[in-house]
């Protein structure tokens, strides 16, 4: 089969840090007998999700994986370049990364526009480029269309499998179980938090706190960095990816 995961950073290879210690390789390399792509890309949200679900469709892709993400993230395309995902790398026989290059991106946390691009827009264009998608980051309506994508993803796209991950903690402020709360807990850095959040007078900083716990346990890849370390990543592909993919891939 044909396995595309479509993601943000923490389902990304190539983000710095991750590489062959990333979960996606881990399943490639346990399940080595079919072809995986992978489309994700730090800081992307739901219309770039869009756009390589289209690419990976064109592919025959049986398998999508991918997981929720901030929902302010927006996306423009620019440029006449032909084809739309490239292969950016071939990392094994089984496993290829593929890129987007011709676009401008808005991450709510940088709160700026970014370029990938060979041939930026023009000074005049690339302003509006800019003002349009911070403007669309913050409409309500955008948003609840993305939600109510994402929602319904299942129903939309006739793959064999569509496999959505919860991977980071409430990106949208939603009531969700994910891998990220799994893992704080299973090294009791959750309890941690608690308590000393409890026992404060309301000027802890639980992010920071979290990130020196997680740090100490050797479960991120630098204090300047939240990225999975390789322990991190494979208790995660052990404790929750394995378990959703037996089934699916043996």
Avoid at 17 to 46: I, M, V
Avoid at 74 to 102: P, R, W
Avoid at 131 to 159: H, I, R, V
């Amino acid at each position: 089969m044909k396995i595309a995961f479509i993601g943000d950073s923490f389902s990304a290879y190539d983000q710095e840090g991750q590489g062959k210690n990333h979960w996606s390789y881990l399943l490639a390399q346990q399940f080595p007998q079919h072809q995986y792509f992978n489309y994700s890309l730090g800081g992307r949200g739901y219309d770039y999700f869009r756009l390589a679900i289209v690419d990976a469709k064109m592919k025959d892709v049986d398998v999508v994986v991918t997981n929720r993400t901030f929902n302010h993230r927006t996306f423009q395309h620019y440029g006449d370049k032909d084809g739309m995902f490239e292969i950016s790398e071939e990392v094994d026989k089984n496993y290829t990364n593929l890129a987007y290059s011709c676009h401008y991106w808005y991450s709510v946390h940088s709160d700026t526009v970014v370029r990938n691009i060979n041939s930026p827009a023009p000074a005049h264009i690339e302003k509006s480029i800019k003002e349009a998608l911070s403007a669309q980051s913050m409409s309500t309506a955008y948003q609840n269309f993305n939600k109510n994508w994402y929602d319904n993803m299942d129903s939309l796209y006739n793959f064999k499998h569509i496999i959505k991950l919860e991977l980071l903690e409430d990106p949208n402020d939603e009531n969700v179980d994910s891998a990220y709360l799994y893992l704080l807990k299973n090294f009791n850095i959750w309890q941690i938090v608690q308590e000393q959040f409890y026992e404060s007078d309301g000027t802890l900083d639980i992010h920071v706190l979290k990130d020196k716990l997680l740090l100490e346990n050797d479960l991120i890849i630098s204090e300047d960095d939240n990225h999975w370390s390789p322990k991190a990543n494979k208790w995660v592909f052990d404790n929750y990816i394995l378990p959703k993919f037996v089934d699916i891939l043996s």
